[in-house]
């Protein structure tokens, strides 16, 4: 007896989200703005570092929102095109020297192609088992750059030392500003082009595949072109993440890119809201500061008080972010009103 | 020819403790078609719990007895408690849900019995089996287990009630529901099968590969590697998956030059992509179609 599931029936992998509720207003993107520009002025420079981070790890979650939110596919194995921008990045800078700045896009064009060609593999998968393949991606991803072969670039185990940059012409302000600033300006263009991208015609096919594939294809989609299109895009964007990624830590190392970082961000889409784009900044920031959090709460029990509030998130707020943003804005209206 | 007779005993030995896990995971995915990511620290908990027992003086098969019974019990009320809320949620919630779960059970377990590598007994005794340098007697037991354990779980399915029930509910839970099965405690029953098995993989294992609190992380890689090759549908297929697993990881790792100790990881993972885009089924399982 071969197995008969219902297609229409099936519930749908990521629900669906319409694509005017993926992103924010005018007016409360630009009191984010604002927040972002300003705050970094007031504190020191560990917390600024830690901004930095926080900024990065949003890129990562927004790839892979991209990726999940938009087109409806899965993956776990975004710590490997992380790596593979990180490491891009390192070795022009180190053994190039190339300008930290042009090694951006380039680590973004290589993981481009890289998670292109992943996911040409990968459009035979869906759900649970697209879910498999990449996680197997991330576990080997730290082995394979541990390899002999390319030691001579990787530096092996011990991984690569990366100066970090020094503000330009002169300003008057510290290197780990300086490099939030930098962040903070290659976050925003990518957020703007994420947003448009999702808004035209490819990101209307994105959503149409995510929605039902068969109707997709129907209307004319090309479906394999699409989806591993939207793979490749993710990893474009969490190449570049990578790539600020070791140029803000100074250091890359093969046991800094394992499925710890892969599930991390996984969860930072999962808290954030799927599909929504600004919910990644939100995402990023459980997962940088939620495991403090979790040790200061109790040492020994850090992961099962982690493990308590994701599924308190789960439980409570299924949508994430999104849903509490929802929620709060229903009740502004409803002041406004009254 | 010694030399690969040997390497394919070696690669039988640890295909066992694979194609252990592979079962219990198929188990789980039968009921309620997700993979348990947390599966290897359900099975680790079971296993300390059993140590604990055993510290506490009760004899290794009444352990054994009351650990299988207490995952059981266990698999059950993580089913009923966190679970089925999220069984009309997105699969990607599920997942996040299994994620959860693996941090708190690997947390707690390294708080209760901390992170300290420690022995684990085997009732069959370490010597060498029929004189064969490569398999012990504890690896002999083990493959013997797991095979005795596939045989129950056959007669199980095939011939009791109960197993055809939680068949039908697996297969077509509507039409299941509508001549009368619980659907909803056989899932619940589902969890408490594969948190046992879990258990058993635990125990058979730990005398090889130490106890404590990461000793599955290696071993549910390999294990999901060995479900996919036998395919997620089929529960002999998980144990024959597993045995490949074991030997191709052995074989690879003697005969492809370049394939040491490191590569042998990566190796399962191209394996299971591999397995996934060539035959999606797997070797064993049924070919899922679609109705449009």
């Known amino acids: 007896m071969s197995a008969v599931e219902e297609a229409a029936n ?27 520009i300003i705050v970094p002025m007031f504190l020191k420079n560990f917390f600024v570092f830690q901004l930095t981070m926080l900024l990065i790890y949003a890129l990562a979650v927004l790839a892979l929102n991209i990726l999940t939110g938009g087109s409806g596919q899965f993956s776990l194995g975004q710590s490997a095109f992380y790596a593979v921008g990180a490491y891009t990045s390192a070795i022009l800078m180190e053994h190039m020297g190339v300008n930290y700045a042009l090694t951006l896009p380039v680590a973004g064009i ?8 992943f996911g040409q593999p990968a459009l035979r998968l869906s759900g649970i088992y697209l879910a498999l393949a990449t996680f197997a991606l991330a576990v080997a991803m730290p082995q394979l750059l541990k390899l002999g072969f390319f030691e001579h670039w990787t530096g092996g185990v011990q991984g690569l030392v990366v100066t970090k940059p020094d503000a330009p012409f002169g300003l008057p302000i510290s290197q780990d500003r300086w490099l939030y600033y930098f962040t903070l300006v290659v976050s925003i263009g990518i957020y703007i082009a994420s947003v448009n991208l999702l808004k035209s015609r490819s990101g209307r096919a994105f959503m149409a595949i995510r929605d039902n594939e068969i109707a997709a294809s129907a209307m004319g989609v090309d479906v394999a072109l699409y989806k591993t299109l939207a793979f490749g895009v993710s990893a474009g964007i969490t190449g570049v993440a990578g790539g600020l990624g070791a140029i803000a830590v100074q250091f890359v190392a093969p046991d800094g890119y394992t499925i710890t970082l892969a599930i991390s961000l996984f969860l930072g889409m999962v808290v954030g809201g799927v599909g929504w784009l600004p919910g990644s900044i939100v995402g990023s920031a459980f997962i940088i500061f939620v495991p403090n959090i979790a040790e200061h709460i109790s040492k020994g029990l850090s992961g099962a008080v982690f493990g308590v509030l994701l599924f308190l998130v789960i439980f409570l707020v299924p949508h994430g972010a999104r849903q509490v943003a929802m929620v709060a804005q229903q009740m502004l209206g409803k002041l406004k009103k009254n | 020819m010694e030399l690969f007779t040997n390497q394919v005993l070696a690669g039988i030995a640890t295909g066992a403790i694979y194609a252990c896990m592979a079962l219990a995971v198929v188990m789980i995915y039968q009921a309620i078609d997700h993979l348990n990511f947390a599966q290897g620290e359900m099975a680790m908990f079971s296993t300390f719990i059993s140590w604990q027992l055993m510290q506490w003086g009760i004899p290794y098969w009444w352990a054994f007895l009351a650990t299988l019974i207490i995952s059981f019990a266990g698999g059950i009320i993580i089913e009923r408690l966190l679970f089925k809320p999220l069984a009309k949620a997105p699969v990607l919630t599920n997942v996040a849900g299994f994620i959860a779960l693996f941090a708190i059970v690997n947390s707690v377990a390294g708080l209760i019995w901390d992170f300290t590598i420690k022995q684990y007994p085997t009732p069959f005794g370490s010597s060498p089996f029929l004189g064969s340098q490569l398999i012990s007697t504890h690896q002999a037991g083990m493959i013997g287990v797991t095979v005795g354990l596939l045989i129950l779980l056959y007669l199980f399915f095939q011939f009791t009630r109960i197993g055809l029930a939680m068949r039908a509910a697996a297969a077509m839970p509507e039409s299941a529901r509508l001549v009368g099965i619980n659907t909803s405690w056989m899932i619940a029953l589902g969890w408490g099968m594969a948190s046992a098995i879990g258990a058993i993989a635990g125990i058979l294992i730990a005398p090889v590969v130490f106890l404590e609190p990461n000793m599955m992380g290696g071993v ?73």
């Not at chain 1, 290589?110 to 060609?117: K, P, T």
């Not at chain 2, 024959?240 to 030997?247: K, R, S, T």
């Open chain 1, 10 to 36: 099936e519930a749908p992998a990521v629900e669906a989200v319409p694509k005017r509720a993926m992103t924010l207003g005018y007016g409360t993107s630009l009191v984010v703005l604002a927040l972002l």
């Open chain 1, 110 to 117: 290589i993981c481009f192609g890289f998670g292109f060609l």
């Open chain 2, 220 to 292: 549910l890689i390999y294990g999901f590697a060995a479900a996919v090759l036998g395919g997620l549908t089929s529960p002999l297929g998980a144990v024959v998956g597993g045995f490949l697993v074991g030997v191709f990881e052995n074989l690879a790792g003697t005969y492809i030059p370049g394939v040491g100790n490191e590569l042998k990881l990566p190796i399962a993972l191209a394996l299971i992509i591999t397995v996934l885009v060539l035959k999606p089924a797997g070797l064993f399982g049924r070919p899922i179609v679609k109705r449009v």
